[in-house]
């Protein structure tokens, strides 16, 4: 969680690093600021959390028309906030579009799928193998065996396809550059992002943005499974 004193500060964060959900308070931000973030970072989910009142009936009207997600009381919804913010958040629609990937990519083995969750939901900074192999404890070989066992893609394939899928959903609302994309998921370069890209879904990286998780997946399964290196 992190705080910010209205929207230039929430703006600058959103070029600093991926914002999953955006909680907001109406009485401390104009529902016009709403509305020009909702603009600009249309699949970004924004929650209203407040003392709502029971006169407040148009208030709530006015946070859905402008784009609202889900409005929670404070010191009523507090139990349920972190867990109204996971259902939002950016990571719970990528889990969402990706929910056949294990079936469509034979990922069958307890350790294909625990490495696959892994890569799903740590897409922010890139996970090295070696990284993944500590975490499990198995060498760094037998992690990449294991991974792309049975007809399986290989760790890198997996790995691109994760970050190729959140590159897209950034790319999807008109606020985020290539730049800024590139930026915050950690590639090289645009050039970096857009031959991923091509590998993983044979488009550019400025085509991203139209395709949904699992259109990304599908695309995927298609024929670009496995990798050369």
Same mark, same amino acid.
């Given at each position: 969680?992190?705080?910010c004193r209205g929207t230039p500060a929430?703006?600058?964060?959103?070029?600093?690093?991926i914002v999953e959900a955006v909680v907001l308070a109406p009485s401390r931000c104009s529902l016009a600021e709403v509305a020009g973030f909702r603009a600009s970072y249309p699949t970004v989910a924004i929650l209203a959390y407040a003392r709502f009142r029971p006169d407040d009936g148009s208030l709530l009207v006015e946070c859905h028309r402008?784009?609202?997600?889900?409005? $929670?009381?404070?010191?009523?919804?507090? #139990?349920? $906030?972190?867990?109204?913010?996971?259902?939002?958040s950016l990571t719970a629609e990528r889990r969402a579009g990706l929910a056949r990937a294990p079936r469509l990519l034979r990922l069958t083995e307890p350790i294909q799928r625990e490495v696959w969750e892994v890569l799903v939901e740590e897409v922010e900074r890139p996970v090295g193998t070696d990284e993944l192999a500590h975490r499990f404890g198995v060498s760094r070989e037998h992690l990449s065996r294991q991974v792309g066992a049975g007809g399986a893609p290989n760790l890198k394939r997996l790995m691109d396809l994760t970050r190729t899928?959140?590159?897209?959903? $950034?790319l999807s609302n008109p606020g985020y550059t290539i730049q =800024?994309?590139?930026?915050?998921?950690?590639?090289?370069?645009?050039?970096? $992002?857009?031959? =991923?890209?091509?590998?993983?879904?044979?488009? #550019?990286? =400025?085509e991203l943005g139209t395709l949904a998780p699992r259109d990304i997946l599908l695309l995927f399964v298609r024929g670009k499974t496995?990798?050369?290196?």
């Open positions: 969680m992190v705080s929430l703006y600058r964060l959103m070029n600093q690093r402008t784009g609202v997600r889900a409005a $929670l009381v404070e010191g009523v919804d507090d #139990p349920i $906030l972190g867990e109204a913010l996971a259902r939002a899928v959140c590159a897209a959903q $950034l =800024t994309v590139v930026r915050l998921l950690r590639f090289t370069s645009s050039s970096h $992002l857009s031959r =991923t890209a091509r590998r993983i879904v044979g488009v #550019p990286a =400025t496995r990798s050369r290196v």
